[in-house]
Structure formats: structure tokens, C-alpha cells
T-cell receptor
Framework: GQQLNQSPQSMFIQEGEDVSMNCTSSSIFNTWLWYKQDPGEGPVLLIALYKAGELTSNGRLTAQFGITRKDSFLNISASIPSDVGIYFC??????????FGKGTLLTVNP | DGGITQSPKYLFRKEGQNVTLSCEQNLNHDAMYWYRQDPGQGLRLIYYSQIVNDFQKGDIAEGYSVSREKKESFPLTVTSAQKNPTAFYLCATVRPGNYGYTFGSGTRLTVV
């Protein structure tokens, strides 16, 4: 089946630093999505990308849909303690099934 | 408010017992999904249903069963055939248009 390679697996940063994480795939996706999961909760959608090359921002978050449609990155600027959690990338194909990366665990030290 | 309700939040069962996890939605979404989450494994698809009375196996369906008798409900049964059932289970729905999934808050199942 389709697989997404998400990196890094974990990050330990100081408050105020910028963060970058990315996903690559062997398959083309129509949509790339980025989710955040707080401990013990379900993932929440942060950003959705629909077109190759698209760059989208949501507050301190910026994500891009790669030109080849096989990759995406997420940047978080000026991190704060509440940014802690697991970030997942996901690729969506036309039958509405998502394929998820294994997640990036972000820890922010105040 | 529209949303997805998973219950219970925490569930403990003895080994060898079947257990059913509830997922109810009032978003009027057609498609519903069950995922399993283990530490470091990401989210793995168990079953999904795109319309009432129809469902498909995902990547790790062995030891699980589902039903979809109503649009609003998609219960998951973890059977005694599931070798390692302790995990965090997530239910999700999707609306047409590639807007991604909406997730419930999950059920943590512990089998002792």
C-alpha cells in the first residue's frame, strides 16, 4: 500500500524557535493535510493543501504542497509551549481514504 | 454542535472477551472510518464504510468486525481473535470534497 515517510520522528526545541517537518511519498496525492494530536485526543486538522506548489499559512503555521505532488512540509514559527503534541501528515486520494505518516513528536521547552 | 462522539473514553476488558466501541456522528457525513494508533506506529486503518449497509476492510482488519446499520453509527467490535488489542482507537468521518477527516476523541482500550 501507499506509505508516507515523515521526518523527523521527534524534536526537542526551545520556546521561540522555528520548527520544520516534512513528508515524502512514493505515490501522488490529490490533497495533503497536516494534523496535530494532543495527548489522549483525536487529531485536529491544521492545514489542507489542494494544489501542487500551493503554500498556505494558518497563523504561525505554514505548509506547502510539493510540485511533484509527492511531498509536503510544515513550518511552525516562534514556537510556544502549547505547540507540544504529535503532528501528522496525511495524503488523500480520490476515494477519500487518507494515508498517514507516523508522526513527529514535538516537545517545546519553556 | 455537530461532531463525532466516541464512547467510552477508557475501556478495560479481560483477555478473550469481545468488546464493542461506539462511534456516533451528527455531521450527516456518509463515510466513516476506524483507525488504530500504537506508539510510534502512526494511524492504521481497520475498517471503513462509505454508505449505510456497506463497509470495507482496511489494512489491519483481522480480529475486528463492524456494522453500519445507520448513517450516524459505526460501531467497532474487537474480538477475541485480535492478538494484541490494547491500543488507542479513533473514529473519523469525511465529507465530500477532499476536506480531510474529522476525528472523534478516541477510546483507549486496555486488555488485561
Amino acid at each position: 500500500g501507499q506509505q508516507l515517510n515523515q521526518s523527523p520522528q521527534s524534536m526537542f526545541i526551545q520556546e521561540g524557535e522555528d520548527v520544520s517537518m516534512n513528508c515524502t511519498s512514493s505515490s501522488i496525492f490529490n490533497t495533503w493535510l497536516w494534523y496535530k494530536q494532543d495527548p489522549g485526543e483525536g487529531p485536529v486538522l491544521l492545514i489542507a493543501l489542494y494544489k501542487a506548489g500551493e503554500l498556505t499559512s494558518n497563523g504561525r503555521l505554514t505548509a506547502q504542497f510539493g510540485i511533484t505532488r509527492k511531498d509536503s512540509f510544515l513550518n511552525i514559527s516562534a514556537s510556544i509551549p502549547s505547540d507540544v503534541g504529535i503532528y501528522f501528515c496525511a495524503g488523500q486520494s480520490s476515494n477519500y481514504k487518507l494515508t498517514f505518516g507516523k508522526g513527529t513528536l514535538l516537545t517545546v521547552n519553556p | 454542535d455537530g461532531g463525532i462522539t466516541q464512547s467510552p473514553k477508557y475501556l478495560f476488558r479481560k483477555e478473550g472477551q469481545n468488546v464493542t466501541l461506539s462511534c456516533e456522528q451528527n455531521l450527516n457525513h456518509d463515510a466513516m472510518y476506524w483507525y488504530r494508533q500504537d506508539p510510534g506506529q502512526g494511524l492504521r486503518l481497520i475498517y471503513y464504510s462509505q454508505i449505510v449497509n456497506d463497509f470495507q476492510k482496511g489494512d489491519i482488519a483481522e480480529g475486528y468486525s463492524v456494522s453500519r446499520e445507520k448513517k450516524e453509527s459505526f460501531p467497532l467490535t474487537v474480538t477475541s481473535a485480535q492478538k494484541n488489542p490494547t491500543a488507542f482507537y479513533l473514529c473519523a468521518t469525511v465529507r465530500p470534497g477532499n476536506y480531510g477527516y474529522t476525528f472523534g476523541s478516541g477510546t483507549r482500550l486496555t486488555v488485561v
